[in-house]
């Protein structure tokens, strides 16, 4: 059976990005985007490009560190890592989210 | 914090763009999905292609990425400035035009408000400035003297208001000893003039007031000992008295006579009451203001006046405030004048500079036309014409500035000497400020009025009523017709003033101040070393005639002496004439044209009957229907006759705007005077016979101070001392005049060409060509009449301010009025005869279709 795809929500990407360094530890743009689009299970539509212009926004805000390094079958490509500063944020962004998740589930719940 | 530092790392970002970057990750990530195709079993061809499409749009991407990489803002400003500067170097004619309008007004500006700073704001260089007063003593006609000594010392005991009084009197002294003798400046000073200017030794120490030491300037120390410690203890001969050198100091310019030389000085109260030479300056007790003091003052001078009737019956005593002392009674007033025309100059050259604009806008239409078709915002087309603004403003201003530096320079150089507070004046971070203040004003105005074109908008030159347009004509006129009316003025005064005739011929006369030292002479000495030598200095065969005078033309100070004539009682009122003490050669010298009876000989001597030569004015003035040859009046206090013998021409010899005055001449014989001065008509060059005059005077008294001086220089010097800021305004005021006329000009012919459209529908219509052009030529002259409708009554009352600066000239003048009127109709009429005769002369179709 089909999951049907949504788009990427306004604002997630930033976070679902964060939260694959956490736990990933050091990745290029390719391996986000696709470590993305495996937890996501088919359920999002991700224009991989998309990720490029969030990363910069991120490392601008200094919450991501990049550098060029080699990839496993020895490709030269450009890895990001979260910072100690983006740990904080993410923490903060995660406690934020589930605060809206729970609000948004009470109020379905109760309407129903 | 966070947002800082992204804005910091996007700015950075703008400057160290990599551009490769993203086309390196994009170009990886493809590879990436593409070699994960293939090992699912894909051909390369195929794996790129389902690669590129799983990855997506992308120059979105890298459009994106470029957006949030670097300020989207900034770069635009960036791209305005390139397109600027790309623009206005297309158009250098424009773009000089402009700069050098802006540059001049600004450039003028600030160098006026540097003057303005040095004269009226910036502290003057003595300790606690705003408690110093001058104290002048005021005669019972309210004419301001000096102080005499037991005067001084009253008040000194009396006054409560006045905590520290500094008092000295102004002195020539002729220094011998050290080298050639030379006169010099000097000032006797009070023991507590030291603390009241704040005055301290630079070198040694200042003198107390019983010694016979003297404190000499850093710049006679330098000039005379090279600076040389060895100074300090020197004897000296001033006058012919003996003085030690004590110390060095730096003597104010502003105070002091410029005096090079200070001696000491003790008022004594058995000095005359009459003899009005101390100038007096005090330090006001601290919180006491100058109204009190000015009261207590009255008090004080009541007290002395009845204890001394016969000496200082209605005379009083008056406050002056230093900085008006030391910049002269009218220069504040003057000063804000200039201000004032300067102000308005530079507002004009904004405005004109806002007119070039509109014309540029014209020829910019397609340009823009283009560029809106293209989809370029009006807010973005603004920004670019305000970036282009603040481009011409900023070198402008750049320029201003850099005029300024050398017009500061040129005014300390020419004018420091009338006004020695300019030799304080400096252009500083306030006047940057100001030229800041001036490249925002000028961006503004640029951008409002190329914004204003209806062209700039997309029309297509609909000719609608253009207010911001037409109040920039109406205020334009205004400016400029206040500023050609001053202009006018003053250039009549500067013509009247260079065709008066002095009385005399000063070409290839040559002057020189002779000094000899005063305890060597007395009366009879005096005389005949001046009749030895004029004897001598005629023999010379450069030297055609000799003769001597106590005041030398255009160097002297106004002298009156009082008299009766004969027959008026010892109880009438004395009259006052200016008096001079001539030899005889001194009338034919200076060609001086006898009227009528004779010239002095040198039988005229001490022993022979008193005579005296009246001027025409005053032989018009106190004989106005007789013949005053034979006549006698009674000289002085004293009342001894005095035989009139001639009538001579009148003189203007003390300043050539100086109406000449009345003026008697005695004998020098009868009338020994010092220091006196040679005139010497020569054949040749005035100064080459300097040489010649030094060997002859030096051989009677080695020890007699010379000064030189063509009589020629000392006359221009009169016309010019005064009226450098007459002639600098008024080739300012003519400038000023000139850059509003053509500013005009182009603005009013930009305005009937942008009406092109609307005439060629009016000629389609049927309206007559003649009509037509008239109606143009009428709407240009309407916006001067409403112009000069403003500018005129302005210019009227701002005229009563120059009325100080006028020579023979009346701020009224209906001819200057007129004369303004006639040149802006011209203009107006110049300007739009050109573009209305085309206009009424196009086919009417192509008038309609005419962008």
């Known amino acids: 059976m089909k999951v049907p795809k949504s788009e990427v929500p306004y604002g997630t990407l930033d976070l679902m990005i964060l939260k694959t360094l956490e736990s990933m530890g050091s990745l290029h743009g390719y391996g986000i985007a696709r470590r993305i689009e495996q937890v996501a299970q088919g359920s999002v539509a991700l224009n991989q490009g998309t990720v490029y212009p969030a990363l910069l926004r991120l490392e601008q805000k200094g919450w991501i560190s990049s550098d060029w390094g080699v990839s496993d079958n020895n490709r030269r490509a450009r890895y990001y890592a979260v910072t100690k500063q983006g740990r904080r944020q993410l923490m903060e962004e995660e406690a934020s989210w589930q605060r809206t998740v729970a609000t948004i589930t009470r109020l379905l719940e109760g309407a129903q | ?851």
């Open chain 2, 1 to 851: 914090m966070s947002s800082l530092g992204a804005l910091l790392a996007r700015i950075q970002a703008m400057f160290s763009r990599d551009p490769d970057r993203i086309n390196a990750e994009i170009e990886q990530h493809i590879d990436f999905i593409a070699a994960d195709y293939v090992r699912s079993g894909m051909t390369e061809e195929e794996a790129r292609y389902a690669a590129k499409r799983e990855f997506g749009n992308v120059t979105a991407v890298q459009q994106e990425y470029r957006e949030q990489n670097g300020l989207p803002i900034l770069e635009n400003i960036w791209l305005d400035v390139k397109f600027a500067v790309r623009s206005l170097r297309r158009n250098p004619a424009y773009t000089s035009a402009s700069t050098v309008t802006l540059a001049v007004g600004l450039g003028s500006l600030i160098t006026v408000l540097c003057a303005m700073s040095a004269l009226l704001w910036k502290p003057l260089p003595f300790p606690h400035p705003e408690r110093l007063v001058v104290v002048k003593e005021a005669d019972p006609r309210a004419g301001l003297w000096s102080f005499s000594e037991p005067d001084l010392l009253d008040l000194q005991d009396r006054t409560r208001s006045i905590v520290a009084l500094a008092a000295y009197r102004r002195g020539l002294s002729v220094l011998t000893g050290s080298g050639q003798p030379e006169t010099i400046h000097s000032a006797s000073v009070t023991p507590s003039t030291f603390a009241v200017l704040g005055i301290q030794s630079i070198v040694g120490r200042v003198f107390e007031p019983s010694e016979k030491n003297v404190v000499v300037s850093r710049s006679l120390w330098s000039r005379k000992w090279q600076e040389s410690p060895a100074a300090i203890g020197q004897a000296i001969t001033l006058d012919g008295e003996n003085y030690t050198i004590v110390g060095v100091a730096d003597l104010p310019v502003d105070l002091l006579n410029g005096a090079d030389i200070l001696l000491p000085l003790l008022p004594k109260a058995t000095e005359s009451r009459t003899a009005h030479d101390m100038e007096v300056i005090g330090q006001l007790r601290e919180g006491v203001g100058q109204g009190p003091a000015q009261a207590e003052l009255n008090g004080i001078a009541a007290s002395i006046a009845r204890e001394n009737p016969r000496t200082n019956n209605g005379w009083s005593m008056r406050l002056v405030s230093v900085r008006d002392y030391v910049n002269g009674p009218r220069t504040g007033r003057t000063v804000w004048m200039i201000f004032t025309a300067v102000a308005l100059f530079w507002v004009l050259s904004c405005g004109n500079v806002a007119g070039l604009q509109l014309a540029r806008s014209i020829a910019r239409r397609h340009e823009i036309g283009t560029r809106l078709a293209l989809g370029a915002s009006r807010k973005r087309l603004f920004a670019q014409t305000l970036t282009e603004g603040a481009i011409l403003s900023s070198l402008g201003a750049a320029l201003g500035v850099i005029l300024a530096l050398y017009g500061v320079e040129a005014i300390r150089v020419f004018a420091a000497e009338s006004l020695p507070r300019l030799a304080h004046m400096r252009v500083d971070a306030t006047m940057i400020g100001i030229a800041l203040f001036g490249v925002v004003f000028s961006t503004l105005l640029c951008a409002l009025f190329s914004g204003r074109s209806p062209e700039f908008y997309g029309g297509r030159g609909i000719s609608r009523r253009d207010r911001g347009r037409d109040a920039l004509i109406v205020v334009q006129v205004s400016l400029a017709s206040i500023l050609l009316l001053g202009a006018g003025l003053l250039l009549h005064s500067f013509v009247r003033l260079q065709a008066v005739d002095p009385g005399f011929d000063a070409e290839k006369v040559l002057l020189v101040h002779v000094s000899l030292e005063t305890a060597e002479y007395d009366d009879a000495r005096r005389v005949s070393f001046f009749r030895e030598a004029t004897e001598r200095l005629a023999r010379l065969p450069q030297v055609e005639s000799v003769g001597a005078t106590n005041i030398s033309p255009f160097n002297g100070t106004g002298t009156a002496n009082r008299f009766r004539l004969e027959g008026e009682g010892m109880s009438s009122e004395y009259h006052a004439a200016a008096w001079r003490a001539v030899t005889p050669g001194f009338f034919p010298t200076l060609g001086i044209p006898l009227k009528q009876g004779r010239l002095f000989t040198v039988a005229d001597g001490d022993h022979a009957a008193q005579v005296v030569i009246v001027s025409e004015s005053m032989a018009r003035k106190f004989w106005p229907n007789e013949d005053p040859i034979g006549k006698r009046l009674l000289w002085g206090k004293s009342g001894s006759p005095k035989t009139i013998i001639g009538i001579v021409g009148d003189l203007r010899d003390l300043a050539v705007d100086t109406p000449p005055v009345p003026t008697m001449f005695r004998p020098y014989a009868q009338l020994s005077d010092a220091p006196m001065s040679l005139v010497l008509r020569t054949k040749g060059d005035p100064t080459a016979a300097s040489e010649g005059v030094r060997h002859e005077i030096w051989s009677l008294d080695r020890n007699a101070a010379l000064e030189f001086q063509p009589l020629s220089r000392a006359m221009s010097d009169s016309i010019m001392r005064p009226r450098v800021s007459l002639l600098a305004f008024a080739v300012f005021a003519t400038i000023a005049m000139l850059t509003a006329a053509f500013g005009l000009y182009g603005t009013i012919s930009y305005r009937v060409n942008q009406r092109q459209q609307e005439i060629g529908i009016r000629l389609a219509l049927g309206c007559p060509a003649g009509a037509m052009r008239w109606q143009i030529r009428k709407d240009s002259l309407w916006l001067v009449c409403r112009g000069l409708a403003i500018g005129l009554p302005l210019a009227y009352l701002l005229s009563t301010f120059i009325t100080s600066l006028l020579y023979e000239t009346q701020p009224t003048q209906a001819e200057a009025y007129l004369l303004v009127m006639v040149v802006f109709v011209g203009i107006a009429l110049a300007a739009s005869f050109g573009p209305s005769r085309r206009a009424s002369r196009m086919d009417p179709a192509s008038a309609i279709r005419y962008e």
